[in-house]
């Protein structure tokens, strides 16, 4: 893919088992790579982890406050990579406002760019208004017949709702040459799962939700779904404890045992003990993509309170 830059015109976590991962869209094995969106001009949309057993995961999309961007304008970004990793360009380039002319390309043209891009890996860095999402996009290209190399892009995308959908209205999207290097918290899969308990407490859920792997899909949710499900969450704590690791078919895996206290707008503190799942691509370059979510088995402990977090931790969720 040629280097170009676009300036186009125009509370709950996956606690429970059963709401984190095994989706509809389970997530790529890291060793048989997917055609994927050129950084440039590329997101794709994906699943958000589920809500909390003392918070049912919402279904209408979350209301957000004023001069904050839509989680809706959030998922078509994600929604966009998600098709260009599943090699759909025409879907992909349908996401552009004006049935893809916004893009400022044929659908052709689109299709072609993305010919020398095995995988794209977007983390979402920050939303703005009117409709801006920031991100970061870490891309596998093929430079030559027998090299790969990680490639990265940042920038904002511009979204806005036409009535009919959300849709991409401009882009600014450059690469960073050399690349800055992998975020540090995909280098290590307790330090990942540390990371998305303090995004979420922070309030950077679009962040949170970009540790899953395929851009969110591996959670099981929409980005709105997710975004909703923490709408009276007023803070979380999360201890993470030693990971186990593994590795089989081009991949390593972790198990990381978890305890996390999740406190609501009025006060209400619940606890939640368990383990998270990781894994991280074992072949080059795409081990340089870093470690994301696929999984987790969180349960309520009930009558546990924060005083209780590091000997559930340390006792196998036995207080």
Known sequence: ??????????????????????????????????????????PTPQATP??????????????????QVSPEAVAVVLRYYRAINDGDYAAAYALWADGGAASGQSAYDFAEGFLT??????????????GEVQVVVRAIETVSESTQAVV??????????????????AAEIEEVSPPSGLPSELTDPATLIAAYGDAIAAGDLATAFSYWEGAGAASGQ???????????????DIHVGDAQQGGAAGSLFAT??????????????????GT????????????????????????????????????????GCTA
């Open 50 to 67: 589920t809500s909390s057993p003392t918070t049912p995961a919402a279904t209408q999309t979350a209301t957000p406050p004023a001069g």
């Open 222 to 236: 929409t980005y709105p779904e997710f975004a909703a499900g923490f709408e009276q969450t007023a803070d979380v």
């Open 256 to 273: 990381v045992p978890a305890v996390l206290v999740s406190t609501l707008d009025d006060g209400t503190t619940t606890v939640f003990c």
């Open 276 to 315: 998270y799942d990781a894994r991280r691509a074992n072949i080059r370059p795409f081990d340089e993509l870093g470690w994301h979510l696929y999984g987790a088995e969180m349960a309520q402990v009930p009558g546990a309170t924060s005083a209780d977090a590091d000997a559930l931790l340390a006792n």
């Open 152 to 169: 990265e892009y940042r920038g904002v995308y511009t979204v806005q709702d036409e009535g009919d959908g959300w849709r991409i209205t």
């Open 117 to 130: 891009t095995e995988r794209t890996v977007p983390l979402v860095t920050g939303v703005a208004a009117p």
């Open 1 to 42: 893919m040629k280097h170009r830059t676009w300036m186009i015109p125009a509370g709950a976590f996956c606690f429970v088992a059963a709401a984190c991962g095994g989706s509809d869209d389970p997530p790529t094995d890291a060793s048989s790579p997917t055609p994927t969106a050129s950084a440039v001009t590329s």
